[in-house]
């Protein structure tokens, strides 16, 4: 009898350890890639950038079963502050990164390799049935979005709109997203207005706009190309009349001025490891198939020239 | 010796008729009814609404898939290791944290003692801290600060343990508690010393009770997310733990993932996440029963 | 022959010396100190818990004024200029406990009336596990069913004025409200069954009805107890996290509109948490500082219910 109970208590610790045990069992078996790699790379920042990080990650571990990719979402400056410090190998951002993050970087004596890997129409979006607005001069931009605007109808913007009340989403401090539309909109990175909602994950943004008649949100082009059926994008007017965000005018530099190009920073440190080498190669020789997938705008031509160069720049690195 | 009041007058009618029929007393008594069922009618709701909407993913390639960013392609396996793992490890360190405590405050502790009674007393703050402190705890001192372990399976672990633990040794004080004192005394009679009826008596004859409240403590631990959010459970992660110190997810944290991402796709994900870890819970609440059960003792 | 040896330490007896151990049990004594050790940790995580809270927090009132922190009414910590006013992220979390007491206190004391004073042993049975499961149910499901159902539905039915936004704190109110109503019907019901019968029964006696009974003998005598589970209640709606983050929004709005979507403190510290503020910058110390409010907050709450339920109990025993 006192056995059985004692076997009960010892039988709920040991279901614990068998059930870490066959947790265990599951990663690392089978892959028949002819590399055997394995390791842990960690990636983080933008979440304009996350998406396509993802994409790779997850192709790239179809024939590289044993190497675990993490991609995290803090922000572009959140990603930096951590890449800075050595706490991740490869920074995804959608902007360049900063001279006071470069210097941090240096503090820390830690080197990288810049990598551009899509380009990225900063696409503004309105709830579907928001029937009143197609297009926002920049100057109409500035006066919604600036720091201390007080615009809390959208008949504030133009008379000729209805007195619907305007309801903000929009991305976190610590994004890119927010540094490149503050910078083009506002005149200042980091200048904005602050009583709307803010948040690094661009997801909450369109859910906030879809459901919300009076929304307005502004995020990286991939996240409007999945979610068309709920969300309508405006046309941008940067001096030059009203264009839409779309790949060509990306390309061509017509959507003014929300075009940037998107990159990930991996770490000197990190591009000793077999696994990072062969994940970032991964990276830009597909490229354009990764881009694809995640719905983002590709490289150019030219950029892909580059982004052939940079390839070969770090065959050698590996090799040496 | 007084007569107890005279109850006050009523007519005859009042008595008899006002019985069966009276609308302030059924009236009274539907509202009670109505407000109970309330809870009735949101539960159902809920776990229809829920099943509706996940049964088109309520499939094996939620098992077998990881989370993808594409929604057709998305599955919850690493959350389900992810769980099992942070689950098996946490049961680890709250067992013997939980019911030693427990043993020591009912057996051992001198309740004069001014020691005691601040651990008595803060066991009782912490059962009702909210779990987002427990997040920052385990972020001030595990994932960062002295420990530094990260955001790997060790520190959801620990975290959780301290989560819990107040309830498990609640749990254990009770199940000791219902030991009669008959059965120390009968034991020390006979020449055992305390370790000895405490390990040889008490705790046996305690044991069902204990995995009782041990498996309702961890039902509780698998549904937490708001510690673990803090704790960097937010990573897009593509594959199972391969050892403690390892990235990890969890189901609730996947579940809430796959519910911020707008695609709808996603949220049927979500809905069937969300079944396999109401089955899950269902399934250890009712093990935990079956034990209070099986195992009770007329004393 | 006595046996004693239950009430002195080390086994020496105040009879023979046949009884008496020729050395103390070492090994028992390290088994006690062990057991003590566990009980212990529970004030070191208090200990933890209060440091890990109170060390950044004081940081942080190094360089932002305490009053302009409780008072003021704009909260951007990570925007420049920062403002650092908490009152929208308490004046959420309010609105969102207040819809949530107004769903939970009536529902669940109505509940647990029901259970104590008229239920029958077959509805028990068959009806209290109802209340069990609710309280069982991960509050990120609860988070889900606010955004995916009741906010449409609200949205759908809304008779007057515009309808709510698509993260609105109703919607979290609502469902926190039947997340709490379990902890509000157990205790609640708790209360009333320590009630003696005795009362019931010359309530009785003296020709009252059962609905008079329980409002007016049963309800007063448990009152103390009734108080002290919706006092819980309270400190469970302020501490909860899950449900607002996903329904209730991340702006942080000053504003008492429960249409409207609006940041609580909870919401702030997990959003916070998962942009994942480097150590030592100013926004990790704002998880700090809010973490520590919420602390003392809840604090307070479950002092004041505990002393309330120990006072309940005294008087019956």
């Known amino acids: ?320 | 010796m007084t007569a107890p009041p005279r109850p006050v007058a009523r007519p005859d009618r009042g008595i008899r008729a006002a019985r069966r029929l009276d609308p302030r007393e059924a009236g009274f008594q539907g509202l009670l009814l109505l407000s109970f069922g309330l809870g009735v009618v949101v539960l159902a709701v809920l776990l229809i609404q829920v099943i509706v909407q996940g049964w088109p993913r309520l499939n094996l390639d939620l098992f077998r898939r990881f989370p993808s960013s594409l929604p057709s392609r998305a599955g919850a396996q690493s959350a389900i290791f992810g769980t099992l793992w942070v689950i098996g490890f946490t049961a680890l360190f709250t067992v013997p944290l939980g019911v030693a405590a427990g043993i020591y405050l009912e057996e051992y502790a001198d309740k004069q003692r001014w020691y005691n009674r601040l651990v008595e007393l803060n066991i009782q703050n912490l059962a009702a801290v909210p779990s987002i402190i427990y997040g920052i705890l385990g972020l001030g001192f595990i994932v960062r600060g002295p420990l530094k372990f990260g955001f790997v399976v060790i520190s959801a672990a620990l975290t959780l343990t301290l989560l819990i633990l107040p309830t498990v040794i609640l749990a254990s004080r009770e199940a000791i508690r219902a030991v009669p004192m008959s059965i120390r005394l009968a034991s020390l009679a006979l020449g055992a010393t305390k370790w000895q009826t405490v390990s040889r008596q008490v705790l046996p004859s305690a044991v069902p009770g204990i995995a009782t409240g041990i498996i309702l403590a961890l039902s509780r631990a698998i549904g937490e997310a708001a510690p673990l959010v803090l704790l960097g459970g937010l990573t897009f992660i593509t594959f199972n733990p391969t050892g403690a110190f390892s990235p990890f997810t969890v189901m609730p944290i996947q579940i809430f993932n796959y519910i911020e991402r707008p695609q709808s796709e996603y949220r049927v994900v979500a809905a069937a996440m969300i079944v396999v870890l109401l089955a899950i819970l269902l399934l250890m609440n009712s093990v935990a029963i079956w034990l209070r059960n099986r195992f009770r003792q007329e004393w | 022959m006595t046996h004693t040896t239950t009430q002195r330490r080390g086994g020496a007896t105040a009879a023979g010396t046949s009884l008496r151990r020729s050395r103390p049990r070492y090994g028992e004594r390290l088994i006690v100190a062990f057991l003590f050790a566990a009980a212990f940790l529970s004030v070191l995580v208090t200990a933890g818990i209060v440091i890990s809270l109170a060390i950044p927090t004081v940081d942080f009132f190094r360089t932002v004024n305490i009053g302009h922190f409780l008072t003021g009414r704009s909260w951007a910590p990570l925007f420049k200029p920062p403002s650092f006013g908490v009152l929208p992220l308490v004046a959420a979390t309010i609105v969102v406990t207040l819809v949530a007491m107004l769903v939970a206190v009536p529902a669940g004391l109505g509940a647990a009336t029901y259970l104590s004073e008229y239920a029958s042993r077959r509805f028990r049975k068959v009806f209290k596990p109802v209340l069990e499961v609710l309280a069982g149910i991960p509050t990120v499901v609860y988070g889900f069913f606010a955004l995916t159902f009741v906010t449409p539905l609200i949205q759908k039915i809304w008779p007057f004025g515009a309808p709510p936004d698509v993260y609105n704190m109703l919607s979290a109110g609502l469902v926190m409200g039947v997340m709490i109503l379990p902890t509000v019907a157990s205790l609640s019901e708790d209360a009333m069954n320590a009630v003696p019968q005795a009362l019931r029964a010359g309530a009785f006696a003296l020709g009252s009805t059962r609905r008079q009974v329980t409002t007016r003998v049963v309800f007063p005598a448990a009152l103390s107890g009734i108080v002290s589970a919706c006092v819980l209640g309270i400190s469970r709606a302020v501490g909860e996290t899950m449900i607002v983050l996903i329904a209730a929004g991340g702006t942080p709005r000053f504003t008492f509109d429960p249409r409207q979507g609006a940041q609580t403190m909870t919401a702030f510290i997990a959003a916070a948490g998962f942009g994942d503020q480097p150590t030592g910058s100013t926004g990790y110390k704002t998880i700090f500082a809010v973490g520590s409010l919420l602390f003392v907050l809840t604090f307070i709450m479950n002092i004041f219910s505990i002393r309330l339920v120990r006072r309940y109990r005294e008087v019956y025993e």
């Open chain 1, 1 to 320: 009898m006192k056995l059985q109970r004692y076997g009960l208590l010892a039988g709920l610790v040991a279901g614990a350890l068998a059930l870490t045990a066959c947790g265990g069992s599951d990663a690392g078996t089978g892959s028949g890639g002819a590399q055997s790699l394995s390791g842990t790379i960690k990636v983080d920042g933008s979440s304009t950038v996350a998406p396509l990080s993802e994409a790779a990650a997850e192709l790239f571990r179809e024939t590289n079963k044993g190497v675990q990719v993490t991609v995290g979402t803090s922000g572009t400056g959140g990603g930096f502050k951590k890449f800075c410090s050595g706490e991740t190998d490869i920074s995804d951002a959608s902007r360049p990164i900063k001279d006071s993050e470069k210097t941090a970087c240096q503090a820390k004596g830690i080197t990288y390799s810049e990598l551009l890997v899509a380009n990225d129409a900063l696409t503004l979006v309105v709830n579907k049935d928001n029937n009143w607005v197609d297009c926002l001069t920049v100057a109409q931009l500035t006066k919604i979005w600036d720091k201390g605007s007080k615009v809390n109808s959208w008949n504030e913007v133009d008379p000729k709109f209805p007195n619907q009340s305007l309801k903000l989403f929009g991305a976190g401090t610590d994004s890119g997203t927010f540094d490149f539309f503050t910078g083009k909109i506002n005149g200042e990175e980091g200048r904005s207005r602050s009583d709307y909602n803010a948040t690094e994950d661009d997801n909450v943004t369109v859910t906030g706009v879809a459901g919300t008649k009076g929304g307005l949100g502004y995020f990286g082009f991939s996240y409007y190309e999945e979610n068309q059926d709920k969300l309508k994008a405006l046309k941008v007017d940067g001096g030059g009349g009203c264009v839409a965000p779309s790949v060509e005018a990306t390309q061509d530099g017509t959507y003014k001025p929300l075009s940037r190009p998107l990159f990930i920073y991996p770490s000197t440190a990190a591009l000793k490891r077999p696994e990072v080498v062969a994940f970032c190669e991964f990276y830009l020789e597909n490229a354009e198939q990764i881009d694809k997938q995640a719905r983002f705008v590709p490289l150019t031509a030219a950029q892909q020239e580059t982004a052939k160069k940079e390839l070969a720049a770090l065959k050698k690195q590996a090799g040496g």
